[in-house]
């Protein structure tokens, strides 16, 4: 498992930040969209080995 840092922009302009352990960054992505399934942008950048 990775640390990831999911940065994602909701429909009303806010921007939210999330750290997570996941397999990859597709995981992490999927994760955010599950949760916040109006989310306009989302990114996974990986912040640990």
Known sequence: MVLY???F??????QREH????A?????V???MEV???AKRI???RISQ
């Open 36 to 38: 916040f399934p109006d």
């Open 9 to 14: 922009t909701l429909r009303d302009g806010s």
């Open 19 to 22: 750290q997570g352990l996941y």
């Open 30 to 32: 999927i994760g955010v």
């Open 5 to 7: 840092l999911i940065t």
């Open 24 to 28: 990859c960054g597709i995981d992490a």
């Open 43 to 45: 990114s996974a950048r």
